[in-house]
């Protein structure tokens, strides 16, 4: 027997395509809000359709949107949505009177806006919704978007993302095991050699977590067997790196260790193709530098610059902003510590129209480096076109 969906709940219980399902099958008419932290859409359901949606995320603006897919600029998005609020109008007519959209093109970009709103929201499984019935609509275009045809697309999204998920996490696994034998406690942890105690706990209980053969079901007996080899590695570090004794005799002997050591063949070759690369990226051939800093990565993925210079290379082309993002993340999460990273993952989400999410990371990049001159520069301008 299934059970009732309530007019309120978490998404820890429910997920979106059950309550979609669930109010299409009532033929409900009202609002759907969801919320989580700071975040909160509202989806307008009549008749069987989503007829309107609304999000206060920056990322859901029309004109986020439609910087994220190249059809205008930055400076054009500020600019109209400067004006949206001086003159009071919608972004999108702006957008037509400035003759950075087409007419034509409007009503179909704003019903894209509005199911990339909807279809976000099959990926939460954190938050809470509120349905309430009969609610009076605001003065809004209606735009209809099949309930039903709505839920199949979010499902395939879905399954979608949860394949790649699943596949990028294989590599993950892969990679780490492959070199589990040369990382030291402090990288394989994510922490520099002056940690302490609570980082130390901290980034010990986020490996195990992420490793422990026991959170991944659906894996093979292969990817469990290295999960288990990894996860022996990880407590033999914190285990280590937590009583004060063995971690000054393991520091003693990790200080002698460095110099001794030798780069592997796989490491020779790995700066050979980040050479390669760089001298490509200077000419101008940012698809060229990218296929050889990605054979670096490949070769020897846990050097945070080879991931931070393949970001370079993909945010200077088309339509490669998301695995940008992904990849300066890596980086990140190996070198935590470097502020020039942050502030490359800024202007990133300043190319995007993102500007909130910039000021954040160029705030972080201060923090690492207060002397970070490009970081101060570009969280001025922020602050100067609010």
Same mark, same amino acid.
């Given at each position: 027997?299934?059970?009732?969906?309530?007019?309120?709940?978490?998404?820890?219980?429910?997920?979106?395509? &059950?309550?979609?399902?669930?109010?299409?099958?009532? &033929?409900?008419?009202?609002?759907?809000?969801?919320?989580?932290?700071?975040?909160?859409?509202?989806?307008?359901?009549?008749?069987?359709?989503?007829?309107?949606?609304?999000?206060?995320?920056?990322?859901?603006?029309?004109?986020?949107?439609?910087?994220?897919?190249?059809?205008?600029?930055?400076? &054009?998005?500020?600019?109209?949505?400067?004006?949206?609020?001086?003159?009071?109008?919608?972004?999108?007519?702006?957008?037509?009177?400035?003759?950075?959209?087409?007419?034509?093109?409007?009503?179909?970009?704003?019903?894209?806006?509005?199911?990339?709103?909807?279809?976000?929201?099959?990926?939460?499984?954190?938050?809470?919704?509120?349905?309430?019935?009969?609610?009076?609509?605001?003065?809004?275009?209606?735009?209809?978007?099949?309930?039903?045809?709505?839920?199949?697309?979010?499902?395939?999204?879905?399954?979608?993302?949860?394949?790649?998920?699943?596949?990028l996490y294989i590599q993950k696994v892969n990679e780490l095991h492959e070199n589990i034998h040369d990382i030291n406690h402090y990288d394989l942890l994510g922490i520099n050699?002056?940690?302490?105690?609570?980082?130390?706990?901290?980034?010990?209980?986020?490996?195990?977590?992420?490793?422990?053969?026991?959170?991944?079901?659906?894996?093979?007996?292969?990817?469990?067997?290295?999960?288990?080899?990894?996860?022996?590695?990880?407590?033999?570090?914190?285990?280590?790196?937590?009583?004060?004794?063995?971690?000054?005799?393991?520091?003693?002997?990790?200080?002698?260790?460095?110099?001794?050591?030798?780069?592997?063949?796989?490491?020779?070759?790995?700066?050979?193709?980040?050479? !390669?690369?760089?001298?490509?990226?200077?000419?101008?051939n940012f698809w060229g530098a990218s296929d050889f800093f990605r054979l670096a990565t490949r070769m020897v993925p846990q050097k945070a610059t080879y991931w931070a210079y393949?970001?370079?290379?993909?945010?200077?082309?088309? !339509?490669?902003?998301?695995?940008?993002?992904?990849?300066?993340?890596?980086?990140?999460?190996?070198?935590?510590?470097?502020?020039?990273?942050?502030?490359?993952?800024?202007?990133?989400?300043?190319?995007?129209?993102?500007?909130?999410?910039?000021?954040?990371?160029?705030?972080?990049?201060?923090?690492?480096?207060?002397?970070?001159?490009?970081?101060? !520069?570009?969280?001025?301008?922020?602050?100067?076109?609010?």
């Amino acid at each position: 027997m299934k059970k009732e969906i309530p007019a309120s709940g978490s998404f820890k219980n429910y997920n979106l395509n &059950q309550i979609l399902a669930h109010l299409n099958k009532q &033929q409900k008419r009202g609002i759907l809000t969801v919320t989580d932290k700071d975040v909160r859409k509202n989806i307008y359901i009549e008749d069987g359709y989503i007829i309107f949606a609304s999000s206060n995320k920056e990322e859901d603006r029309l004109g986020t949107l439609l910087v994220k897919e190249g059809k205008i600029t930055p400076e &054009q998005c500020d600019k109209s949505l400067k004006l949206s609020k001086e003159i009071g109008k919608r972004q999108g007519l702006t957008l037509v009177e400035l003759g950075y959209l087409a007419p034509k093109d409007l009503f179909n970009e704003l019903k894209h806006q509005m199911k990339e709103m909807v279809l976000s929201l099959f990926m939460r499984e954190d938050g809470m919704f509120s349905f309430e019935e009969n609610h009076s609509f605001p003065e809004i275009v209606k735009i209809k978007i099949n309930i039903d045809s709505i839920i199949r697309e979010g499902l395939i999204r879905k399954e979608m993302k949860k394949r790649e998920q699943d596949r990028l996490y294989i590599q993950k696994v892969n990679e780490l095991h492959e070199n589990i034998h040369d990382i030291n406690h402090y990288d394989l942890l994510g922490i520099n050699i002056k940690a302490s105690f609570e980082e130390i706990k901290k980034a010990y209980l986020k490996m195990a977590k992420t490793y422990h053969p026991d959170s991944h079901h659906n894996v093979s007996g292969d990817i469990k067997d290295k999960l288990t080899t990894i996860l022996s590695y990880i407590n033999k570090a914190f285990q280590t790196l937590s009583e004060k004794a063995q971690r000054e005799e393991y520091n003693a002997h990790l200080l002698k260790k460095v110099p001794k050591k030798t780069p592997s063949n796989e490491g020779i070759k790995a700066e050979e193709h980040f050479k !390669r690369g760089i001298g490509e990226y200077n000419g101008g051939n940012f698809w060229g530098a990218s296929d050889f800093f990605r054979l670096a990565t490949r070769m020897v993925p846990q050097k945070a610059t080879y991931w931070a210079y393949l970001s370079l290379a993909l945010s200077r082309m088309p !339509r490669r902003t998301k695995e940008a993002e992904e990849t300066i993340l890596t980086a990140i999460e190996l070198e935590p510590h470097n502020a020039n990273y942050y502030v490359h993952l800024g202007m990133i989400y300043l190319h995007s129209g993102l500007n909130k999410r910039a000021e954040h990371q160029f705030q972080t990049a201060l923090k690492w480096d207060p002397t970070n001159e490009k970081a101060r !520069r570009e969280r001025e301008k922020l602050k100067g076109n609010k």
